[in-house]
């Protein structure tokens, strides 16, 4: 929990939470984090386009973020949350549906190459040139998040194959070799060019 801005000892915080550091939408100058052992706070919404896996899409692009980018000696830590709205259609009935997304952030950016092993790099986010570009961020939190086949209802019972079993009814299918066509063919090439048993 954030304290309230009630003290302020050195005079230095801003009066605002968005200032000029913040540009190019979600780029947040590495000078600037570094600077201050305080972490930068990013509370704003943004639009970001082609937010979308298959038929299911952020609504608008639109996402509400409250981030913090915090420097820690090379590498800068984002933690936060971001609420984004998804639109999409049931997989069974086609009817459109959507839903909320309410996520959490916990993600590590470094320079490429700070970091020696493979397993930490893949987790990582790479730092580029000046600035600590958390879009790359957002954009993955939320494409993971959205649902691939979502449904109206788990009970929806839309055109789906599985919901219309045709193994009702029916007995043991007799699987041996009898009556078999496949077998039938192997025994009628037996019959024109088998081996002679005699
Ligand atoms: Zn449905």
Do not use: H, K
């Not at 549906?97 to 986010?125: H, K």
Request: hydrophobic letters at 35%; one cysteine or more; glycine letters at 10%.
């Amino acid at each position: 929990m954030q304290s309230p801005e009630t003290s302020d000892p050195d005079g230095s915080m801003p009066s605002a939470p968005i200032d000029r550091s913040v540009t190019d939408s979600l780029r947040i100058s590495l000078a600037v984090l570094r600077r201050r052992a305080d972490p930068r706070r990013l509370d704003r919404t943004v639009v970001l386009g082609d937010l979308r896996v298959g038929g299911v899409s952020i609504l608008d692009g639109q996402v509400e973020l409250s981030l913090e980018a915090e420097a820690r000696g090379a590498e800068v830590v984002v933690t936060g949350a971001l609420v984004a709205r998804w639109e999409g259609e049931c997989r069974r009935c086609l009817e459109p549906l959507g839903g909320r997304l309410d996520l959490r952030v916990n993600e590590v950016m470094a320079a490429t190459g700070s970091r020696t092993s493979e397993d930490d790099a893949s987790d990582v986010y790479p730092l580029d040139g000046d600035d600590a570009d958390l879009e790359p961020v957002v954009r993955d939190a939320l494409l993971l998040a959205l649902p691939i086949s979502p449904l109206c209802d788990e009970l929806c019972a839309g055109p789906d194959p599985e919901r219309f079993p045709a193994t009702s009814g029916t007995g043991d299918v007799e699987a041996g070799p009898v009556g078999d066509p496949r077998w039938a063919v192997l025994d009628a090439l037996r019959g024109d060019d088998g081996p002679d048993p005699g």
